[in-house]
């Protein structure tokens, strides 16, 4: 003697089982954008990558437990919590978590503890990884790396400048110095401390135009 068949698997929604359904429609777009083309019968088409998959159920929920059962079922779609989802229709997709997007009870007149229900569940994929900063603004993706350019060496040439910077305000205040000693003498052309005065004056054209270069350099480097 044969031995009866198992009934299926109910259907699962969450911690929700899901009885007496009476329908499961599986609903998919390709993903596919119709493109016209002159002078071409029929449309050019261009997959742009599918939807997500969308699981209408229709039962009843039925017995003492019906309205704690549909009470769940709204807290679910209410909330809009991701919850796995299994069903017998589901063999060959790979969902991983699903939302309630659309629920809709019925009483049934005449019945009492009797709800019918449609559920509509919705894939909702994971994220992908958040986009990372990469070193030298992207570019070593264009093989920077592979020529051996070492991108810590900015922060090299950053202190460099800074040093830099700190040479040049030392001899700019030894700069100011002998020309205030100077211009204490107030000599003319030919007095004794003017060759000084003039190798200061030097001194000063050119730490001004460190100045300049030292900052400039900075600035193009990031630092202070």
Request: charged content about 15%.
């Amino acid at each position: 003697m044969t031995a009866p068949a198992s009934p299926p698997p109910m259907p699962l929604v969450g911690d929700i089982a899901l009885g007496s359904v009476q329908q499961i429609d599986h609903v998919m777009s390709a993903g596919f954008q119709r493109i016209a083309v002159p002078g071409l019968d029929g449309d050019v088409l261009q997959r742009a990558g599918r939807g997500s998959h969308a699981i209408w159920i229709r039962g009843l929920l039925s017995g003492e437990t019906a309205m704690a059962e549909l009470g769940k079922l709204q807290k679910l779609a209410a909330e809009g919590t991701e919850v796995p989802f299994s069903a017998d229709i589901t063999v060959a997709l790979e969902l991983e978590q699903v939302v309630v997007s659309d629920l809709r009870a019925q009483a049934v007149a005449g019945t009492a503890d009797l709800v019918g229900y449609e559920l509509c569940l919705v894939e909702s994929p994971p994220l992908p990884p958040p986009a990372e900063v990469s070193g030298f603004g992207g570019l070593d993706d264009f093989g920077i790396g592979d020529l051996g350019f070492d991108a810590d060496i900015m922060g090299d040439l950053a202190d460099l400048a800074s040093d830099v910077a700190g040479a040049v305000d030392a001899v700019m205040e030894v700069a100011d110095q002998l020309t205030a000693l100077a211009s204490l003498a107030d000599l003319d052309v030919g007095g004794p401390l003017q060759p000084m005065a003039d190798a200061v004056s030097g001194v000063g054209k050119a730490a001004g135009t460190f100045d300049t270069i030292s900052a400039s350099l900075t600035a193009l480097l990031g630092g202070p």
